[in-house]
């Protein structure tokens, strides 16, 4: 037995030897904030290579869209790639029956039949509405979105009080770190009866601003079992970034938009700033929240667009170099006291807090 089994190993490690040495694949363990455009570009040197990284993860990541902490993710080897740098992504079919909330906006946007051949250069312009494949705001990118709410929050809300998963060894002093699927105790904003089934959003209190304070979503959860007397029974369904205990939730507020409606180009439209960004990356881009000053009070909706812009800039003996725009932005979250937005089209890398942001496209 033991000689079979020696024989065993000597047959099979070999052939994963050999098989990591064609392939050179790696592995991630995905980070509050990833994406698979910025994975694509972190270990592929082209971000607008994620599609690759997706083929081989298929077993973990059901959409392209969500990829959640803690998940583990190949990364494939160089002569595993099935497309060259210089060579155009293929165009994804049926993608408007697809939700985008990751990655792939900017792969649609910019491989699909008005691009075709990838290309990211200075001299590129940013797409204008008409050229965008996209259209309405989806509903996992509103869910997922920050937003300006009063200082403190959302004054009714529930509380994560305690994890409902027994340790099998003794609690270290660390806190227990969440993970999708995990069942947790909440208790219920006041005056309010939970059903099995209901949906709820988990979030964390950001910065405070001179407008309110925003509010940053952590995750989805789904009531398993309504408490009375007791805490009631809920499981992490999804997760936007750390869900822990402490975190404050609300009901899930649930949209739908027309898919078929498009922004129309506007002249003097809206002029505001961007007042927060919600990343730690040092150049924000495509699928990255951002939040401006514009409003509801100011006519911004769903759906609508700003264009990022770079000031004119007046160099030594009286030069001057005209705006530049940055990227295009859509509404995917508005309040009375501010609007967010996601970046869906780049051509310069610098996004930064203090830039303009124009309004330059309309929802109907």
């Known amino acids: ?94 993608v408007e029956d697809q939700r985008p909330v990751g990655p792939t906006i900017f792969a649609r946007a910019q491989t699909g039949p008005k691009y075709g051949q990838r290309q990211l250069t200075a001299n590129r312009r940013v797409a204008m509405p008409e050229d965008m494949e996209r259209a309405a705001v989806r509903e996992g990118e509103f869910i997922a979105a920050p937003w300006m709410d009063r200082n403190g929050g959302p004054e009714q809300h529930g509380r994560i009080v305690a994890t409902a998963e027994l340790p ?66 809920v499981r992490i369904e999804r997760m936007f970034g750390e869900v822990k205990v402490g975190n404050r939730f609300i009901p899930l507020e649930r949209i739908q938009l027309p898919t078929d409606a498009r922004p129309a180009p506007v002249d003097l439209g809206v002029r505001s700033r961007v007042i927060w960004v919600a990343s730690d990356a040092v150049l924000p881009s495509i699928q990255h929240y951002l939040l401006i000053d514009a409003s509801r009070k100011d006519g911004v909706s769903l759906g609508d667009q700003f264009t990022l812009m770079h000031r004119r800039v007046e160099l030594d003996r009286g030069v001057k170099l005209p705006e530049q725009p940055v990227a295009l932005a859509q509404v995917v979250r508005v309040t009375e006291r501010g609007a967010t937005v996601m970046i869906v089209d780049q051509v310069q890398p610098k996004v930064r807090e203090g830039m303009e942001a124009r309004l330059t496209a309309k929802m109907p």
Request: aromatic share 6%; glycine share 10%; net charge negative.
């Open 1 to 94: 037995m033991a000689g079979t089994r020696a024989a065993l190993i000597a047959l099979v490690v070999p052939a994963f030897a050999l098989a990591q040495e064609v392939t050179g694949r790696r592995t991630h363990v995905v980070k509050t904030g990833d994406t698979l455009w910025d994975l694509a570009g972190a270990y592929l040197s082209d971000p607008f290579l994620w599609p690759e990284i997706y083929r081989i993860n298929t077993d973990v990541v059901e959409d392209p869209h969500w990829i959640y902490p803690g998940e583990v993710l190949q990364i494939p080897g160089p002569g595993e790639l099935t497309v060259a740098a210089d060579q155009p992504l293929p165009v994804e079919q049926g």
């Open 168 to 233: 099998g060894i003794g609690q270290a002093s660390d806190p227990i770190r969440l993970a999708p699927h995990d069942r947790i105790y909440v208790t219920l904003p006041r005056d309010v009866a939970a059903t099995a089934g209901e949906r709820y959003l988990s979030y964390e209190l950001g910065p405070s601003m001179p407008q309110g304070q925003i509010v940053v979503p952590t995750g989805i959860l789904v009531v398993e079992k309504p408490g009375t007397d007791e805490a009631t029974l």
